[in-house]
């Protein structure tokens, strides 16, 4: 259907200008937009998301980093009468220029009134989302991906499936982050549609039953959506300039019309753009005059071939330039070209790819010195560019481009020259056996891209031989992002290669060259481990022609070391086990996830997709970046657009500085003359605009005074020094065990104060901190906030506006991910948005942008510990204790609860005696809360480290350390008290024996010590892990009302996270009433609807945290089934004497006919004999160690968990997977780094790398056991959302046992004897840290034993 819109844009609702003859049009879901009046500065998102209803675009980043935001953009070629469609990141893409445009969003694909469409079902039926913010961007990224694979000239696919392959498929959503759901189910989703996927490769769905695999898929249809709608093909596009006040976009159609353009207003500030992808690394907070749109100049935008170079358009996309680089057909100039293409492949995303220019990449490294992967390849085969500065064209080799001062505003690069090879001018050796060579390397966390390299290197040589001897007639070495202004090519090394026969000696000078040349300047990060990488590729490149004649040695030029096609391959493949039970159904059905489609079609509402109401403006944060310091003033740099600045100075009378609270005290909302941390809030400035605040936050500067002021405390050390702890209440502080003397006596060996390091996490969920408050009469407010702890919100703000709990209405429907983080740390956001609504009379909402969200966030408590352990010689543990510094920051938070999490996870083995002391320091660093397994998951890892340690030291298999050192039942009671419950409930010796079968541990042992054998520069770790982790259950409450027409509404006191809790509720509730057993109770399922939490209709909500809040919810909302049962059941009775069967619909009827009450509230409190109870699962995890780059490719991961009787199969599954999958993110990847006063640093996706698709196991498989009938527990069932995340730990032993291996391999060639001491490895394993360990400079040692055999 089409539409027909005419809007008027404008940023700020209040300022309208006059319309311009010049008007912008595009479609979105194929209705009509036309503009008049448009802020050139305005992107597509913040257009999407506030001017139209199409709100599925995710604002995630705002920096091209997570695809939240992705869109289809189809354009339409008139002469080639074609419609080229792509993804692209919405919150980069400039709306100007998307005149003539058709955007598809996921809300253009289906949805629930009108069908979803086949993508949105089976993102629900193979249980694809958890919270489902990230759902409608991973659709449309796959959306794409099938429209352009049906334009491929390959055979048509069988009917319902589409021309993409597997490979193809998993790899279209690389570019899009999940926080949710380990990726497993999303890659099942799409490799569903490829036409060669093998049916019997997909995962646990709703569309087939496991024993009757006969495909049921939701149909596809690759012809059911038009891209690009019939009524913009005949638009007339003629725009040439657009503009609203004093800002002006201009498109210019010629090169003349550019230079008039350029030279017209000389002072005006001008912005050249393309694809505007620049702002993502380069954030802009200036307004500019003038922006010029290159990509509709002709002779900017053509690629030519000719017989000896190529030449490229400085506006054509990274894209295009890959497909005509794959295109070229050229003998040797081909392969390289090929080559530079795959390399191409790699830099960013697929979306910022397909509008990011050739030519913006470079002008950023020229000018602004962006570690570019274009530049580094582009200038080891001697490319040239032209460049016009006014009317003069200057045509340059890259390297002087590069080189000059930077290019001014107003110089334009017009095209990129890669020359084709020329045959090799030989000055050496004979002619006819000269070869050219060409490798390029890139080392960075993901293989796909989407993340910049460490370092980057392009190599091209021409090589001849003359008898067994290769010599080198000319080679390009260059290098490139390690911390350097630009690429540079290592001269030094190439004079020195040049002419010389190449021998092992000769290649060691060399490496020794290239090491010293490779020099990252100072202040950059890992500088020892980028210039060992630059030695590594280099031996990559040359070594295999030592000793071995050319046309032999490297065959088809490839790498010996690397291998494109391994780096990326994905998940291979993955399988699922399950264990469901009948008994209570629907309970323990694997249902699909309450509200899934309406996630993937968009409909589902966020808080920021609830509309603003009329007269809403917006906040944002301004925080400290002094860690201790007097806060003298706050000034903002304009006041335009600002409404107002909330500080301490604004409570009402009576209102307290408060913006979170737990039982352990109160944290401030601002800081008051003082400021305690980095990251701390100061002020909330208000503004038309959230781009508008956000711009004001981020220029306002803060006057800070330290005089006279004690230094900050930043290091635990300090905190000790200073004696600056935080109190542990008595009632949680845990007790010992045993009688450490005495076990340290029995000991045979002993470690005394071995010392670990544990970092922090970030949350990084993909909805940041959000809240909207809008004033009611009377004195009341109320606030939509996306946060676990709706009940404690109410409190906060009722305190700090000094109003009754009762005029504080909190409202919580979905919250975009949370895992802790939007427990105490969402408080203050919906605090300061009450706050400001309060003083301003109006509402107040604010959507917390990335940077500011990692800044203030906290996130988990990095510690220190120290363990002394005794030990037998056969492994035994006698002894162990534990001294723990927890950085707990700046307030309380919830950090006493720190040791009796650890202490209750610690425990897993039976140490003999356990002893401790835990420090809660309180230090200058932003409040660390609670995160995902808090403490717990450190604590898991310790005790894991110190079974290493021992079986180390001992040179025992670490695995026999384990098993001597696992519980007995006896032993368990003693450690775990109640908590162990009956003996048929310790579960984990079965477990652990299980796994040992269905992973084949033994047969992979022994492939892995074969292959370690036969591999010099790769090795593997296999290691198998146990997990305990205790929960307990809070009361919680619940209320079930029937509606007249038979429909149920139900109340929890949870709030659903993604972690699938209305689901289980809802199958709960179908079960308890289903005890009336009415005719076709089957269907109560579909009659039921979870909603929203709302403070004044549930009170006493309480905390959505500890993995066990779904259980309890479930159990209140029994309660109050059972009590309607017992209401309902007479009269079904009677009607059943009357008329036989009664129907539900009919039962309801005559209950209301009759004044039943049919609406029942429950609190349920559990036990306190019963409320705690442990949770058992246990992991093995295979990786390999690149020992050249310390890539760690994680190839295996089997799990099997004990769910008791799961409450709902697929939905645990997904807690299962997305847990271990953020765990591997802790222990592998995330780095959440802060400079010296502690501000974060790591502020965002260009930093903080959590894990994608290209980094989880190659192949996954979870069991889910049933372990039968738990008296005390909720219908027999148990945890999930948590302990699965401490089975990561696996991963990173794994990746410990393959550095071992190097490490021995290494000593080797030193001439030493025996194997490796114990080290211990760092906390995230990442690629330098892994390096490190393998040795910086193994390539050296291993090139002198060559030399001394
Ligand atoms: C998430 C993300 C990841 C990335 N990862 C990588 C990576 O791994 N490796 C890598 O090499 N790059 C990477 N990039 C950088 C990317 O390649 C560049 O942002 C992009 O190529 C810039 O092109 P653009 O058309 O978007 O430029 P724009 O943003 O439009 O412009 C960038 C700058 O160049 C100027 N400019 C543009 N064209 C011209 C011209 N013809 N003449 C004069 N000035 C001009 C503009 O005025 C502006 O100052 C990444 C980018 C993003 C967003
Ligand atoms: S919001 Fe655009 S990519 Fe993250
Ligand atoms: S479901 Fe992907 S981020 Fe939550």
């Not at 099938?146 to 491929?152: F, G, R």
């Not at 992991?1179 to 089997?1198: C, M, R, Y």
Request: charged letters at 20%; a negative charge.
């Amino acid at each position: 259907m089409e539409h027909n819109n005419t809007v008027q844009l404008i940023t700020t609702p209040t300022k309208i200008i006059k319309s311009q003859n010049q008007k912008l049009v595009f479609a979105v879901n194929g209705e009509r937009f036309e503009l008049s009046n448009v802020d050139p500065s305005t992107t597509l998102l913040q257009f999407l998301r506030s001017h139209t209803r199409f709100k599925s675009v995710k604002l995630g980043c705002g920096e091209g980093g997570c695809g939240a935001c992705n869109v289809l953009l189809s354009k339409f070629d008139t002469n080639l009468k074609q419609i080229e469609d792509y993804i692209a990141n919405s919150c980069l893409t400039l709306l100007c220029s998307i005149n003539g445009c058709s955007i598809t969003t996921t809300e253009g694909l289906g949805n629930s009134k009108d069908g979803f469409h086949s993508i949105h079902q089976r993102f629900a039926g193979f249980h694809a989302t958890q919270c489902g913010f990230c759902t409608p961007g991973m659709c449309v990224s796959l959306f794409s991906a099938l429209v352009n694979a049906e334009k491929t000239e390959r055979p048509e696919a069988t009917l319902g499936f589409s021309k993409l392959t597997v490979s193809e498929a998993e790899k279209s959503i690389s570019g899009n982050l999940c926080r949710c759901t380990g990726y497993r189910p999303i890659a099942d989703v799409c490799k569903s549609f490829a036409g060669d996927v093998d049916m019997e490769d997909l995962g646990l769905n709703s569309f087939w039953k496991r024993d009757a695999k006969l495909p049921k898929l939701p149909f596809y249809d690759s012809k059911q959506i038009c891209t690009y709608p019939e009524f913009l093909k005949n638009e007339d596009f003629g725009l040439d300039s657009i503009n609203y006040q004093n800002a002006y976009w201009h498109s210019p159609m010629s090169m003349d019309e550019l230079g008039s353009v350029l030279l017209d207003e000389k002072s005006l500030k001008v912005k050249l753009v393309v694809g505007n992808t620049g702002i993502s690394y380069y954030k802009e907070y200036e307004k500019y005059d003038k922006y010029i749109d290159l990509r509709f100049i002709p002779e900017l935008s053509v690629i030519k071939i000719s017989s000896s170079c190529i030449d490229i358009g400085a506006t054509v996309s990274i894209s295009k330039v890959i497909s005509a680089l794959k295109d070229v057909e050229a003998d040797e100039s081909g392969i390289v070209l090929k080559k530079i293409a795959l390399h191409f492949e790699k830099i960013a995303t697929e979306a910022v790819r397909n509008v990011a220019s050739i030519g913006g990449n470079l002008v950023m490294a020229q000018r602004q010195n962006f570690p570019s992967d274009i530049a580094t390849v582009l200038l080891a085969v001697k490319t040239k560019v032209t460049i016009l500065k006014g009317v003069k064209k200057e045509i340059i080799t890259l390297e002087d481009f590069l080189e000059r001062p930077s290019l001014d505003s107003k110089s334009v690069l017009v095209s990129v020259h890669i020359p084709f090879s020329e045959q090799p001018n030989n000055g050496y050796s004979n002619i006819s056996k000269t070869k050219r060579l060409f490798e390029t390397y890139r080392a960075s966390p993901r293989p796909l891209g989407n993340a910049l390299p460490y370092l980057n290197a392009a190599f091209l040589a021409d090589v001849s031989s003359c008898d067994s001897d290769v010599i080198i007639d000319n080679i390009q070495l260059a290098f490139g992002s390690f911390g350097v202004k630009h690429v540079v090519r290592a001269s030094e090394v190439e004079n020195y290669l040049v002419g010389k026969p190449l021998t092992v000696s000769v290649l060691s000078q060399s490496l020794k060259l290239a090491r010293r040349f490779v020099s990252p300047e100072d202040g950059t990060s890992h500088p020892a481990y980028r210039s060992s990488l630059a030695v590594d590729y280099l031996f990559d490149f040359l070594y295999p022609l030592v000793d071995s004649k050319v046309n032999s040695s490297r065959g088809n030029n490839s790498s010996l070391i690397y291998n494109d096609c391994e780096r990326t391959m994905l998940l291979s493949s993955a399988k699922q086990v399950i264990e469901s039970s009948h008994e209570h159904y629907p309970v323990g059905e694997p249902i699909v996830k309450s509200g899934a489609a309406i996630q993937a079609s968009g409909e589902a509402v966020f808080v920021d997709d609830i509309p603003s109401p009329l007269n809403c403006v917006y906040g944002a944060f301004i925080y400290s970046t002094k860690p201790l310091a007097r806060v003298k003033s706050v000034n903002l740099k304009s006041e335009e657009d600002v409404i107002g600045l909330v500080s301490y100075k604004d409570f009402p009378e009576g209102g307290d500085n408060v913006g979170a609270k737990t039982i352990f005290g109160p944290e401030p909302l601002f800081a008051n003359d003082l400021t305690e941390c980095t990251g701390q809030r100061i002020a909330f400035v208000v503004a038309d605009t959230q781009k508008n605040a956000d711009m004001a936050a981020d220029m306002s500067i803060v006057d800070y005074d330290i005089m006279n002021l004690e230094p900050p405390i930043l290091t635990v050390e300090q905190a000790v020094e200073k004696s600056s702890f935080f109190e542990v209440p008595s009632f949680i502080y845990p007790s010992q065990i045993g009688d450490f003397s005495k076990g340290m006596a029995e000991s045979d060996h002993q470690i005394h104060s071995a010392e670990i390091r544990l970092p922090s996490q970030y949350y990084f969920y993909m909805e940041t901190q959000t809240a909207l408050a809008v004033p009611d009469e009377d004195n009341c407010i109320v606030v939509y906030s996306s946060i676990q702890v709706p009940e404690y919100a109410q409190s906060v703000i009722a305190r700090c506006l000094n109003i009754p709990e009762h005029n504080v209405r909190v409202i919580t429907r979905r919250v975009g991910g949370g895992f802790g983080g939007k427990a105490l740390k969402a408080m203050p956001i919906a605090t300061a948005c009450a706050l400001a609504a309060y003083k301003l009379r109006r509402p107040v909402r604010t959507y917390v942008n990335r940077k500011t969200d990692m800044i203030m966030a906290g996130g988990r408590h990095p510690m220190k510990i120290n363990y002394t352990v005794g030990f037998k010689s056969n492994g035994k543990i006698t002894a162990l204790h534990l001294d723990v510094l927890v950085n707990a920051g700046m307030s309380t938070d919830i950090s006493p609860i720190l040791p009796s999490n650890m202490i209750g996870t610690l425990k897993k083995y039976n140490f003999g005696a356990l002893s401790f002391d835990f420090k809660i320091c309180k230090t200058n660093h932003s409040s660390k809360s609670a995160m995902r397994g808090p403490g717990e998951v450190q604590a898991s890892y310790i005790a894991e480290a110190v079974i290493e340690h021992i079986a180390s030291v001992l040179n025992i298999d670490v695995g026999l350390i384990r098993e001597i050192n696992f519980h007995d039942f006896d032993s368990l009671k003693l450690f775990y008290g109640v908590s162990a419950g009956e003996p048929l409930e310790y579960t984990l010796p079965t477990i652990w024996d299980k796994l040992m079968t269905s992973s084949n541990f033994d047969y992979r042992v022994e492939m892995v010590n074969e292959f370690n054998r036969c591999n010099i520069w790769r090795k593997k770790g296999l290691s198998r892990v146990p997990m305990l982790h205790e929960v307990s259950l809070r009361a919680t409450p619940g209320k079930v009302s029937i509606l007249r027409d038979g429909s149920i509404v139900v109340e929890v006191g949870g709030i659903e996270l993604g972690q699938g809790l209305w689901t289980k509720v809802k199958q709960m509730t179908a079960y308890g009433l289903s005890a009336v057993r009415c005719d076709g109770s089957d269907g109560l399922l579909e009659k039921v609807r979870v909603v929203q939490a709302d403070t004044l209709s549930m009170v006493q909500g309480g905390f959505t945290a500890g993995s066990t809040t779904s259980e309890a919810s479930c159990e209140a909302v029994r309660i109050c089934c059972n009590v309607l049962v017992e209401r309902l059941k007479p009269i079904k009775e009677k009607l059943e004497e009357r008329m036989g069967s009664v129907k539900w619909e009919v039962l309801i009827m005559q209950a209301n006919g009759q004044s039943v009450n049919l609406s029942a509230s429950s609190y349920f409190v559990p036990e306190f004999m019963d409320m705690r109870y442990i949770n058992y699962g246990a992991a093995v995890s295979e990786v390999e160690v690149n020992l050249l780059t310390g890539e760690t490719k994680i190839l295996q991961a089997d799990i099997i968990y004990d769910c008791g009787q799961s409450l709902n199969p697929a939905v645990d599954l997904g807690q299962i997977e997305g847990a271990f999958v953020q765990g591997i993110g802790f222990f592998m990847l995330e780095e959440y780094l802060t400079n010296s006063d502690g501000l974060v640093v790591a502020d965002g996706t260009w930093t903080y790398k959590i894990p994608t698709i290209d980094t989880i196991p190659s192949q996954l498989n979870v069991q889910i056991v049933n372990s039968g009938p738990h008296k005390k527990r909720v219908l027999s069932s148990k945890a999930s959302g948590e302990p699965p995340l401490l089975l990561a730990s696996s991963v990173h032993c794994a990746t410990r046992a393959a550095i071992k291996e190097a490490r021995n391999q290494l000593r080797s060639w030193k001439g030493l004897e025996g194997s490796d001491s114990f080290f211990q490895l760092d906390v995230p394993a990442t690629m330098p840290v892994v390096k490190t360990l393998c040795g910086l400079d193994s390539v050296d040692f291993y090139l002198q034993s060559l030399l001394s055999t």
